[in-house]
Every structure is written in C-alpha cells, then in structure tokens.
C-alpha cells in the first residue's frame, strides 16, 4: 500500500489546537478536531445510519419468526421504539413516522406495533391503544404497503393474496422479456429474489407468544378486497399488472414442479453467489433478513454455513447506542461514502494534522477498491472493466458511480497538493474509465446501473413504493460531472452530454430534483457544483435561477430547512407547493456550498448561514441534528446521516473562510 501521508501543507489559516482568534476560524478548528477524534484506527470514519422504526421492528419479527426470544436485547429495543412514538406523537398522534417530524405511516407503524406485541407488550398499555387509535384513524392495517403485507402473511395476520403474486419462476425468464431482474434495480433485485421463494413457499411463523393484531383491522382481512396501491401508480398499467396478478393467484398451483425446482435453484444460486460474507447480501438488512428465510424454506440446516453467514451479516447491523440504554437496527453502514465526505471536508479545513489523517482514510479506501468482481452492472455493460468503490464496507457485486465519484474526487484533490507519487492514480483512472462506460443514455447516471428506465415496471402491484428502478438522477450526474471536470475531462463528450442533462433536469422553480438525499436543496448543491466545475460562469442563466431559488428559500432564520414531505406524492419530480422546514444543520450547509459554487461567496446571505452554523455549533464540534436529510426511497424510506451534521458544516464553514482569503473567490474544486 502506498504511503499517502507525506508531503503535508497546512492551511494559512489551519488551528485544529483551538487558538484561533477569528470566530471562523474557531469554528473550522472545533469541527476538525471533532472529526479527527472519530477517526478509526485503521484510517476510515463510519457514522451511524439510522432509519426509522421499520428496521428493529423487522428485526424483531425475524427472530420471533425463529422463535428466538432475547429478553434484553429486545427490551432495549423496545425501549427505542417507545421513546420514538412518545417524541413524535404531536405529528403523528400515536403511531410511528417515517423521518423526525413527519405524519404517521401506516405500514412503519403497523410493524412497531407488532414488534411490540411480539416481546410482550400488552394491547391494552396505554401506549399501544394510543398507537392502535391512531393506525385506525388512518384506515386500518389494511392500508400497509406490499413487503408490510408479505411480513404480516408470514404471521398469519393476512391472507397471502393480499401480497401481490410474484413468483420465483421470474429467474426463468429470458433478458428479452417484459420483466427480468435485470430491469429493477439492485436493491429491488436483491430483496426479490429471496422473497420470492419465500412467498411460494408461504412458511409460518413460530411467534412463541402466539401474537395475532387483529385488532389494527377497520375490515377483517380475509375480507379486504382491494389492497391499496402506490399513488404514483396510474392507469391503464395498475388495471392491467392488478388483472395479471390475480391471474397469477389463482393459476398459483399449475406451475410445472419441474420449473418451480429450477427457478428455487436459480435464486439459490444467486443468493449464494452474491451472500457478501458477514457484510451481506446486497449488504443491506431487507435483502439479509429475506436471504435467511429464503435458506429456512429450502431446508438449508442452522448451522450451515450459509445460514450462519446471513444471520451474522445481520447481526453486524445491530447498534447498541453507548451512553443510553437503547438498541436499533441499522439499515446497512456507510464507512466509504463517510470517509470519502470526511476526506473532503477535512482537505478544505486544511492542516498538517489534517492532511495526515486524510492520507491514512485514502490508503483505507485504496484498500476498497473493487477490481476483481465483474457485478450486476456487466450485465448492460459486458465489455466495460471494473473499477469502482461501493457504499458499505463489502459489496463487490455492486459498486456504484456515486461513491466511486466522491472518492475519486478526494483521491485527486489530495494528490495535486502531493509532492511525490502518492500510488492514486492507477485507482483514478479505473475508477473514472469505469464510471464513464456507466453513462446512461441521456447523459445522465443513474447509481448502479446504466438505462434502469423501464418506468412501466413502477405500476406493477408489487412497486407499490414507486422505488423499483435505478434511473439516472440529477445528484448523481451531478457528481460524476463534477469528478470528469476536476480531472481536467470537462471537454469530452460525456461531460458535455452531462451538462445538457442537468440543464434539462433543472426544474422551473430553479432547483434541482435531489434523489438521495433531502430533497431539492441537496439537487441543487449537486447540481450547481457540478457545473461550475464544468466550467458554466456564475452569470449563467441557469446558474441565476438557482441563486434565486437558493434566497428565496433560505428560512429567516439565516439557515436552510427541508424535510421528507418535499417529495411529490405521485412521484416526478416538479415540487409540490413548497412547506416551510426548520433550518438543519447539514441543509444549510448544502445551501451555502450551492451560493459559492455560483460565485456568491460574498452575498449576505452566505454570511447569514454560516452565523446560524457558528451559532448552534455544540462546544465540542458537533452540531444538533435529528432531522432525516438522508433519502433511502423518495416518499417511502428516509436516513439520518449522523455523519452529515459533523461533514458538512466543517465543509462549508471551511470553504468560506478560504474563498474570503483567496483572490478569485471561485470554488476551484468539483466538490
């Protein structure tokens, strides 16, 4: 491994040792220091990634599934699910959300209260009539959504056909076809696939306290009708997938045996392939968990390998939060997408201490790279090499553009500044080969695969989410625009085809669509760092409605606030009506970052929301942020990012403090 902390060079300004006299500076140096005691051993930062109440309710209905009872695990997670109800019962009037603030979700509630009920909690507390009064407020347990309804059949709680049929023959299908796993997206892909033969299979579960949830109920479920469907679904495809699909119900036992044995096999095989050792498959906790009870109906022993395997990569998941008596599941970790940020954040800081640390996370990531593993990816680009990072700590069989790019964009700011051969290059230039052949039509990138546009597919009875595809976003072009023209690539085709994407994708308000993360204040800041890299002048057209857009959302309070509702309904991406938003602290960063890239490093505004930062910095660094910034899946599936409040105010604290010192006052990096 090559040696990247030589050749260090302090920032002018640089004062991780807190003597700085400039309230700024102070602030930069605070945060650093904060940053830099987090630091792992081995060179790389991971942060929490919490979701909602959704993945420890799983998590507890798998194990009840099991009939594995933990009593102090579960009362530890337990406690975490009461004290998310109490504090967000003002919004939700008893049940559960999706992210900090938002209303009550039918299906995350359903799940919390089942959990509850699973480890003993009883019907009658006065917590769980408050949850059950609120979840039939809302038209009952009947209203959840589909994989809510596949957990619930496993228990018993509803009949199987109210689970849309999808059955494991789908891996017998050629390419050629309608539907193939290889038109859905990763994620979707590997949940499905192991689900499928569970849905085939139709196991019960042990539920050693024998708990049913009648009670949640308006209409006894054996006499629902009609099971709800997304709102994004419109006709004529929901009438034709939802003719189909009874169709597939009731033809369910003319499936040749023979086929069903071959398709079981076939999702066998691609689990097994793809298990990921203990990181998981797809390495994140759905696909995990239906991985493990894909083996059970099978007949694969407990002490299999395999099993073992999938139960540890679960287990890996499970966050006992130091300081409280409390214990969540996450949805997966996120070491090399922090790393990368914090890389970046701390390069703009600057500093010899500084600059030594992001050499020892570079070496890490270095040790990341994904070269050997030809992934789902190959399957729309065979000829294309690979060369790329993942999200998490394993995932070779899918690596995606956006992280790759943010690496390789940390990579090349740290080697510029390096006297000597730092060893990054040959990692650069497979990782931007590699992101370059993974250009969609269009110009666009969408994350792990390329021309994930089969939109019929969303109307589906099982895309009831509206999640089902990978198709290129704004934020993710955004960035790999930004890394080609850093590299000095602005001129070639493919960043020319992606500055005519992201001028199309600009909405009329001025903003950009945000797909991972919340919502258009986050597209926005990756679209305009994106093109001022590119080379696009802060008197631009497009540059302007972006600033006009950035004012005239800034909350009054100097600080910049949006939260999860900011997604249309329908799905799309045209806003709806825009509803204010408490100021966070990494939106307002984003803010910040989006006005400098557009050359306003000196609008009162920017100095504004740095005052809003500097004024609600904690004294050790850290900033307050329980807000959900962090997107899973538009409308359905949000993540805090506890890394994000520490990341991104250092970044852009940092960079206005070296704007006001420098001569052009031009951000100068594709970041």
Known sequence: MPNLTAGAHPHPHAGHDGQANDPLDRAVAAAARHLL???????????E???????????LMLHHFFGHVQPEKEARIGRYLRRIQAEQRANTGGGWPLFHGGPLDISCSVKAYLALRLIGDAPDAPHMTEAREAILAAGGAERSNVFTRAALALFGAVPWRAVPMMPPEIMLLPRWFPFHVSKISYWARTVLVPL????????????????TIDELFRTPPEQVKDWPGGAHQAEPWASLFKALDGALHRARMLFPRNHRARAEEACERFVTERLNGEDGLGAIYPA???AVLMYHCLGVAQDDPRMLTAWAAIEKLVEERAGTDETYVQPCLSPVWDTALVSHALLEAGGEVEREAVGRGLNWLLSKE????RGDWAWKRPDLQPGGWAFQYENAHYPDVDDTAVVVLAMDRYRAAAPTDTGLDGAIQRATDWTVGMQSRGGGWGAFDADNTFHYLNHIPFADHGALLDPPTADVSGRCLAMLAQLGRGEDAASKAAIEYLLREQEADGSWYGRWGVNYIYGTWSAVTALNAAGLPPEHDAMRRAVAWLLKT?????????????YPARGGTRPDPRQPAPSSASQTAWGMLALMACGEAGHEAVSRAAAWLMQHQKEDGDWPEEDYTGTGFPRVFYLRYHGYRRIFPLWALARLRNLRASNTRRVSYGL
Not at 37 to 47: L, N, S, T
Not at 49 to 57: H, N, Q, V, Y
Not at 196 to 211: C, D, I, L, S, W
Not at 554 to 566: F, I, R, T
């Open 370 to 373: 994904i070269r050997d593993v």
């Open 288 to 290: 995990m968990a239906n």
């Open 49 to 59: 990634l919490e979701a909602d109440a959704t993945i420890p309710s799983e998590y």
């Open 554 to 566: 800034q909350n009054p309070d100097g600080g910049w606030g949006e939260d999860g509702m900011s």
């Open 37 to 47: 005691a987090r630091q792992r051993p081995d060179g790389h930062w991971v942060f």
């Open 196 to 211: 499928t033969v569970v849905m085939a299979r139709r196991p019960e579960a042990q539920n050693p306290r024998g708990v």
